[in-house]
C-alpha cells in the first residue's frame, strides 16, 4: 500500500524552466529524503530534512531547492533545469535517523529536460 | 571508489531456482538495507539489517559485519521475483550509499 505520493509522475520540459516536484507522506514520520535516480540506476542522496533542519549533498547543484511546508511534505524544486537533470526522483521517509530505521519510497518522478 | 558493491551485475534463472545476491561495502559503513524496484516502479523495502540474519517469507538477508558483506537469498523464484534488488549502507551520518544493484529475471 502507498504511503509516500509523488506528483506529477512524469514531466517533460525545456532548459532553463523551473519545475517543481510534490511529495507528500502519510506515515508519521519525521524524515524525509529527495533521492535521484540516473539512467544506470544509480540512486544518489539529494537532501534530508528533519525537525526543520536541513542537510544537503555537496555535490547538488544549487539550482536544486527542497521546500517543506510541514513534517508530511517535502516538495523538490528545480530553478533552471539542464539536460543532465533528465533521471527519476525519488522521495522517501523514515520514522527516526534512517539508520536506525528503514525508508519508505514513493514511486518517483521522471524528468525529461529536452 | 564505490563504497557499496553489489554483484552479480545480472541474473537470469529459471522458476524454482535459489538466487543468492551479494552486497559488499566498505569499513565506513554499516546498517545495511536490501530495497526491491520493479520495472518503472516504486523502490519497496526488504530488509533493514544491520547484522545477522532476517527472513521474510521466500527471501533471507544476512549481514557479517565484520566480513563487511550482506547477501540476500531468494528461495524458490517466481516470475514476479524479476526486478532490480539494491542494496544501500549507511556511514551513521544521514547518507545513504546505495550499491548499482542486480537485475533479476525469472523465467518462467
Known amino acids: 500500500e502507498t504511503a509516500v505520493f509523488q506528483t506529477p509522475n512524469y514531466h517533460v520540459t525545456q532548459v532553463g524552466n523551473e519545475v517543481s516536484f510534490n511529495c507528500k507522506q502519510t506515515l508519521g514520520h519525521d524524515t524525509m529524503y529527495w533521492y535521484k535516480q540516473d539512467s544506470k540506476k544509480l540512486l544518489k542522496i539529494m537532501f534530508s530534512?528533519?525537525?526543520?533542519?536541513?542537510?544537503v549533498n555537496e555535490t547538488v547543484p544549487r539550482r536544486f531547492s527542497p521546500q517543506s511546508s510541514d513534517k508530511a511534505h517535502l516538495n523538490l524544486r528545480i530553478k533552471s533545469v539542464e539536460p543532465e537533470d533528465s533521471a527519476v526522483y525519488l522521495c522517501a521517509s523514515s520514522s527516526r535517523d534512517f539508520n536506525q530505521d528503514t525508508q519508505y519510497f514513493g514511486p518517483g518522478t521522471r524528468l525529461l529536460v529536452l | 571508489g564505490q563504497q557499496v558493491q553489489q554483484s552479480p551485475a545480472s541474473l537470469v534463472l529459471q522458476e524454482g531456482e535459489n538466487a543468492e545476491l551479494q552486497c559488499n561495502f566498505s569499513t565506513s559503513l554499516n546498517s545495511m538495507q536490501w530495497f526491491y524496484q520493479r520495472p518503472g516502479g516504486s523502490l519497496v523495502s526488504l530488509f533493514y539489517?544491520?547484522?545477522g540474519t532476517k527472513h521474510s517469507g521466500r527471501l533471507t538477508s544476512t549481514t557479517v559485519i565484520k566480513e563487511r558483506r550482506s547477501s540476500l537469498h531468494i528461495s524458490s523464484s517466481q516470475t514476479t521475483d524479476s526486478g532490480t534488488y539494491l542494496c544501500?549502507?549507511?556511514?551513521?551520518?544521514?547518507?545513504?550509499?546505495f550499491g548499482s544493484g542486480t537485475q533479476l529475471t525469472v523465467m518462467p
Open positions: 544501500a549502507a549507511s556511514s551513521g551520518s544521514w547518507q545513504l550509499i
Open positions: 539489517n544491520p547484522s
Open positions: 530534512y528533519n525537525n526543520k533542519q536541513l542537510i
